[in-house]
């Protein structure tokens, strides 16, 4: 499937980013979201659209970060972190804000990103909504995303094992819908997740390559 057009949005709003590693990993991450979505859509049996517009959504469900390059990339030290985890919460709407005027992108494509940090559990943001008034489409993407965060490294932790992660995950799964989560789990010990796999490593790849060039300095 092709997202060029998706890229290429995010390759616009990312030039506002203090440093290429930020884009490249804000691609990295909504590469791995988006495969895996699509993986546990069809697990789910769902329809070719369906698969089509969660592959979309997973690319760009942070988009309304780019939005927040500042505050969250930047490296303000006059921002406490409270205050910039407020800033955080505002991506999903803002998110709305940047597709609509695209004006190439369905409403469920919306949906699924404005809600994709809502908690099956009703603990979620920014509208803590609960059980199946969450949009299925944003139910696959909150766990395809928390597992993509957990196994890619952070400014202040390291990348967990995939194994360590689901079992994070497992500790928190009154979060997920358990019919999409049991999907989730066969994707990732199942074949198919070889590829997925393989763009977790080559961001990790990378990462040390980066490491390693500031080393040598």
Same mark, same amino acid.
């Given at each position: 499937?092709?997202?060029?057009?998706?890229?290429?949005?995010?390759?616009?709003?990312?030039?506002?980013?203090?440093?290429?590693?930020?884009?490249?990993?804000?691609?990295?991450?909504? @590469? !791995?979201? &988006?495969?895996? $979505?699509?993986?546990?859509?069809?697990?789910? +049996?769902?329809?070719?659209?369906?698969?089509? /517009?969660?592959?979309?959504?997973?690319m760009l469900h942070d988009i309304g970060k780019l939005e927040l390059s500042d505050v969250i990339y930047g490296n303000s030290r006059d921002i406490l972190a409270v205050e910039r985890s407020k800033y955080v919460r505002?991506?999903?709407?803002?998110?709305?804000?940047?597709?609509?005027?695209?004006?190439?992108?369905?409403? @469920? !494509?919306? &949906?699924?990103? $404005?809600?994709?940090?809502?908690?099956?559990? +009703?603990?979620?943001?920014?509208?803590?909504? /609960?059980?199946?008034?969450?949009?299925?489409?944003?139910?696959?993407?909150?766990?395809?995303?928390?597992?993509?965060?957990?196994?890619?490294?952070?400014?202040?932790?390291?990348?967990?094992?995939?194994?360590?992660?689901?079992?994070?995950?497992?500790?928190?799964?009154?979060?997920?819908?358990?019919?999409?989560?049991?999907?989730?789990?066969?994707?990732?010990?199942?074949?198919?997740?070889?590829?997925?796999?393989?763009?977790?490593?080559?961001?990790?790849?990378?990462?040390?390559?980066?490491?390693?060039?500031?080393?040598?300095?």
């Amino acid at each position: 499937m092709n997202l060029e057009r998706e890229r290429q949005l995010i390759g616009r709003m990312g030039q506002r980013l203090p440093e290429a590693r930020d884009l490249r990993d804000f691609y990295a991450h909504g @590469e !791995v979201v &988006s495969r895996l $979505a699509v993986l546990v859509a069809q697990e789910l +049996g769902m329809s070719e659209e369906f698969c089509r /517009e969660i592959e979309i959504a997973g690319m760009l469900h942070d988009i309304g970060k780019l939005e927040l390059s500042d505050v969250i990339y930047g490296n303000s030290r006059d921002i406490l972190a409270v205050e910039r985890s407020k800033y955080v919460r505002m991506h999903p709407a803002l998110g709305i804000d940047v597709l609509r005027k695209e004006g190439v992108y369905s409403e @469920e !494509v919306i &949906s699924f990103i $404005a809600n994709h940090h809502e908690n099956f559990d +009703g603990t979620g943001y920014p509208y803590h909504l /609960e059980g199946e008034d969450i949009p299925y489409g944003a139910r696959i993407l909150r766990v395809c995303d928390v597992f993509a965060a957990l196994v890619s490294n952070r400014r202040y932790r390291a990348a967990f094992s995939v194994d360590t992660a689901i079992e994070m995950m497992i500790d928190d799964v009154r979060e997920y819908d358990m019919k999409v989560f049991l999907a989730f789990l066969k994707v990732v010990y199942s074949e198919e997740f070889g590829e997925v796999r393989k763009l977790i490593e080559r961001a990790l790849q990378q990462d040390a390559e980066d490491a390693a060039k500031e080393t040598a300095k």
